[in-house]
Every structure is written in C-alpha cells, then in structure tokens.
C-alpha cells in the first residue's frame, strides 16, 4: 500500500504575521524538518521587484527556493499578476511530476485565484496520485462558485485513482465543506478527529481555514502545527497528515 506525507501551507508572501520581518529562509528550514514528501503552498512569490531592490538575500521565486534540492519536482500557477510581480499556488514534489495545469477560478473584477492540479508518479502506486492546491476568495459568494469549478475539477479525475486537494479554503463558516462532501471527499481532520482543524490565527488557531481532502485515499494521523516555529512563520498554522491508498 502506497503512503506519502503531505502539508499544506499559506506561506504569506514569506513574511511573517504583520509583514515586519522577511521569514523564508526559515521558513524553508521549518519545511525542511517536517521532510514531507508532497508541499501544498498558496500565496507563494514567483516574482517581485520591488521587494528584490530592497530585501536583503531576496531569493527571486520564492517556490524554487523553499524546493531547494529535497524536493527536485515543483509547479507553480501563477494567479495574481501586478506591475512589478505575481504569486500564487506552487507544488513540491519528491516524486516525478506527470503533467500540471492551473485553472483560473477568479472572479471578475476581484482577487484572482486558481487551482493548481498535478498529476504525479508515486512509485508502487498503481495509478498515479492527482494533487490538487487550493486557495479560495474571501467573499462566501465567490467561493460557492469557485467551489463549483473544484467539483468539476474533482469529477475529471478517474474514481480509482488517489486523489488530495489541500490549500487554504477561506471558508471559517464550514458552509463549502458541505458542498465538497457532497462531491465525494473526505476532509483528513473531520474523518479521523471528528472535525476540521483549526488553523487561522496561527498563534492562537481559532478558524478552520485549511484542509486536506482526500478521495480514493485515508489519512494518517493528521497534526496541526502550531508550535514554534511556525507560529512566527505565517498567519495560518500549516496542517500535516499521511496518505495512503
């Protein structure tokens, strides 16, 4: 039976809670640690001048530099494009990276947002693991309908093959978790601990923001991290769990 680790992460631009202080490179040592095999990243840095002028040891793409050399597989979809950069979602992979797509679920007129699904080759998997990272709108409106386009996203995905979607879903009311169990997933946190984590503020977690569904797929021991260091690193506590199929 394949099992692999996976984590999920709103990396907040690579600064810490009030944007005071530029964390990354400890933030990668504090991903590093945790040596999971699969990274879910929203709101990561593919480039952006102006902080490059005049942050010190600016890293350039903020998703190749937290890959270093443990993950040799990354993807990154690009959502929020601005005059003097862009971020969005970004995949790390121990494993070889089959295909990538991101599929824009912006709003017109609003945030942009998308959906960044990789298919990737787990070795002694029978089929190949589908990876699906999420970072959803602010506005409950917008998120029912980009909740829609990720059930569609999910139904495209073959019924047998292992299937985690994982990011930061906004959704501190619980009102989408309804809708995605309806479309066939399992959230990693409800299922083995009888409700979802809570992870938003990261220094005293109150809000579920952050999950990791899973289909065709069980997790293993689930954890919150919201210990030190990460409590410093970011305004959402990152989320851990096995997975196996």
Known sequence: ???????????????????????????????????????????????????????PGWPGAQYEFLADSLWQEHAYGR?????????????????????QANRDVSVRGHEERGLLHCVLDVPGSALPLHAICVHLGLRESHRRRQLQLLCEEV????????????????DWRGRGHRMLRDCGLVEAFEDGNGRLART???????????????????????????????????????????VAW
């Not at 990274?39 to 840095?45: C, I």
């Not at 929020?80 to 990276?97: C, E, R």
């Not at 005293?204 to 409590?231: E, F, H, K, M, N």
């Open 155 to 170: 139904r495209e995905v073959p019924d047998a093959a292992p299937l985690v979607v994982a990011g930061d879903f906004n």
């Open 1 to 55: 039976m394949p099992s692999i680790t996976v984590l999920t992460l709103n990396a907040h631009m690579g600064f810490n809670l009030f944007n005071r202080r530029f964390v990354l490179p400890e933030l990668r040592e504090a991903i590093r640690a945790v040596s999971a095999d699969v990274v879910f990243l929203q709101e990561v840095m593919g480039e952006h001048a102006l902080h490059a002028a005049r942050v």
């Open 200 to 242: 938003f503020p990261a220094r005293r977690p109150l809000l579920p923001l952050d999950r990791i569904y899973l289909r065709a797929a069980r997790a293993l021991q689930p954890g919150v991290l919201s210990l030190r260091p990460w409590t410093h690193l970011s305004d959402h506590a990152p989320l851990v769990s096995g």
């Open 79 to 99: 959502n929020a494009a601005y005059p003097h950069g862009h971020h969005g979602n970004a995949l790390l992979s121990k494993f070889p990276i089959l295909s």
